[in-house]
């Protein structure tokens, strides 16, 4: 059921895209030309069966070094979590006929305090981003030890093999200056799970020329994909972006 | 074009919600069906009005038990009353399920509960006589049998499984809890040293069949509901779950616990100074040690996932002085062609 499903999306999202030419297609992540330099933040609030109440803050920067390569980094502190990420990233765009496809690579390191862990983990993605649509397929390498005991089998354990993907659709074409969609992934801007899904609604709205607006209502069951999801994790994300 | 998204949008609706076969529930991929909170508050309440059902007696000498795990029982209940005997042979003190015993339809249910039924008798059998006033006593026990007074129905079968995702699937929670009444629920063993001394072996039963504890069982563990030894040191713990912890190798890809879960059940095993953890679900062997807690995640004893015979069970062997050995048990059963 579970091939039959992901085929089918590939078919529609692929079927769905045709008859969309690049003239008036703007990209999510492409350099407008004007502002290389982009710098966000945003702040999450949530409920989670582990730690119930939740919240946090993110920030991140992005460079367009050339039309088509960009870098950056983000940042976060989720506090009741005791939840804290910074990570490198970077990546190459190309343009194609229904769209951009990227080519990105990201370093992210998470420190679970609460319960004494640092994850590391090394990512490499492939985002084709049409005007209504986005897919992204991936394999993250997943690093993780504790950091309170120091014994001889406090060794780490290392997942070398786990499938990135994520599914998204927007309601309105990507040029509008405001959209809302719909998404489907099994990671999320700090963390990159095995197998569980996490989906929701997704906005953006643009305030000034240089300023947008950005949100997210994300549902993160568990137990998905293979077993009957149940609530884990819920979390909005209110977000502005500024362009220089 | 939009007619085209709307359709696309209501097909996917359609398959996730009505989709679905007798093994999984594709609805569940997005949505909850049997909420793990009520599970753990049935459990829990159960588990407290008839504590006397996970009463083990006091053990004076070594004892052993035996775990299996993802029966996937449907017609044929082979395996499961193979190792049904092999504990009863084997002389066990008890015995686990590590959760996927039955495949959800009411037929299979209906088996299992007389394949339990009759391991039940099998085992009063065995160990149990009868007094001239026609009530059970211990084998063993011969000078004081006419002072027990015990009814066939106060012998409790030691039998402990915890609940999988597929008992849960189709409303199998309604099925599987009229048998087994408790998905979450800890029992002592209570051991007498060479030196006299009493200790506290205890056996935790997790509900991780959703992929979450959920946030009552969270609760409840971090109020301690676990750690009430009055006063006894444990000196070893044994953790029973269906789901996971880790993956037997890159290419399984069952799901799992989230990242934040993983870590925060790893950093209580520790707390727990747990002795083993059994796990289940993915269908593969896998052993390690990890922050001295061992980790064995037992392959399917299904006969349809695993049609040959092979080595699916574990017998624990703890010994009057403390240590501990595990050991893979063959299991021969085919199914019948």
């Not at chain 2, 949008?9 to 359609?14: F, N």
């Not at chain 2, 084998?139 to 004081?144: L, M, N, P, R, T």
């Not at chain 2, 499984?161 to 408790?182: E, K």
């Not at chain 2, 912890?245 to 209580?268: K, M």
Request: aromatic content about 16%; some cysteine; overall charge negative.
């Amino acid at each position: 059921m579970t091939k039959k499903f992901f085929l089918f999306l590939f078919i529609a999202s692929s079927l769905v895209s045709i008859g969309y030419g690049q003239n008036s297609y703007i990209p999510y992540k492409t350099y407008d030309g004007e502002h290389k330099n982009e710098i966000s933040g945003y702040v999450t609030v949530g409920n989670n069966v582990i730690t119930d109440v939740f919240g946090g803050l993110s920030m991140s920067y992005q460079h367009h070094l050339t039309p088509r390569w960009h870098v950056g980094g983000d940042v976060q502190a989720q506090f009741v979590k005791q939840l804290f990420s910074v990570d490198i990233q970077g990546g190459y765009r190309l343009p194609v006929k229904y769209g951009n496809v990227y080519f990105d690579g990201k370093l992210l390191y998470n420190r679970y305090q609460k319960w004494g862990f640092n994850e590391y983990i090394a990512n490499l993605s492939a985002t084709w981003e049409s005007a209504y649509v986005d897919l992204c397929i991936g394999e993250s390498l997943i690093h993780y030890r504790t950091n309170r005991n120091s014994t001889s089998r406090s060794y780490g354990v290392t997942e070398p093999l786990t499938l990135t993907f994520g599914f998204g659709v927007n309601a309105r074409h990507r040029s509008n200056p405001w959209n809302v969609g719909l998404f489907f992934r099994n990671y999320d801007d700090f963390y990159y799970e095995n197998w569980n899904i996490n989906w929701g609604i997704r906005w953006y709205a643009r305030v000034r020329e240089r300023w947008n607006l950005f949100g997210e209502f994300n549902i993160r069951p568990a137990g998905s994909m293979s077993q009957l999801a149940t609530k884990y994790e819920g979390s909005v994300k209110l977000g502005l972006k500024y362009k220089m | 074009m939009k007619t085209k998204y709307i359709l696309m949008v209501a097909w996917v609706a359609l398959a996730l919600t009505q989709v679905s076969c007798e093994k999984v529930s594709p609805q569940g991929v997005l949505m909850a069906g049997t909420a793990v909170e009520d599970r753990v508050k049935m459990s829990n309440q159960y588990y407290k009005d008839y504590l006397d059902e996970f009463n083990i007696n006091m053990v004076l000498d070594d004892y052993t038990f035996l775990v299996g795990s993802d029966s996937h029982l449907t017609t044929d209940p082979g395996r499961m009353d193979e190792m049904f005997a092999i504990g009863l042979e084997g002389g066990d003190l008890l015995y686990t399920h590590l959760g996927d015993i039955a495949d959800t339809k009411v037929e299979y249910y209906i088996t299992l509960d007389s394949l339990v039924k009759q391991a039940k008798h099998k085992f009063v059998e065995k160990l149990y006589g009868i007094n001239s006033k026609g009530y059970y006593y211990p084998i063993g026990d011969e000078e004081d049998a006419e002072d027990y007074e015990w009814t066939y129905d106060q012998i409790d079968f030691p039998f402990y499984p915890v609940v999988g995702n597929h008992d849960i699937t189709h409303n199998g929670w309604a099925l599987w809890s009229n048998i087994f009444h408790s998905s979450f629920y800890e029992f002592p063993v209570l051991v007498l040293t060479e030196e006299g001394e009493l200790v506290i072996d205890r056996f935790i039963f997790l509900d991780t069949a959703s992929g979450t504890l959920g946030r009552t069982q969270v609760d409840l563990i971090e109020d301690g509901v676990l750690d009430g030894s009055e006063g006894y040191t444990y000196r070893h713990t044994f953790v029973f779950g269906h789901t996971n912890i880790f993956r037997p190798s890159s290419l399984e890809f069952a799901s799992t616990f989230s990242r934040e879960e993983t870590f925060f059940l790893l950093n209580q095993f520790e707390q727990w100074h747990a002795s083993i953890v059994f796990c289940g679900h993915v269908h593969k062997w896998d052993e390690r040690v990890y922050n001295n807690v061992t980790f064995l995640t037992l392959d399917s004893m299904s006969e349809r996932n695993s049609p040959n015979p092979g080595d699916y069970l574990v017998r624990v062997h703890v010994k009057k002085d403390g240590t501990l050995q595990w050991e893979r048990v063959h299991m021969n059963y085919v199914a019948k062609k």
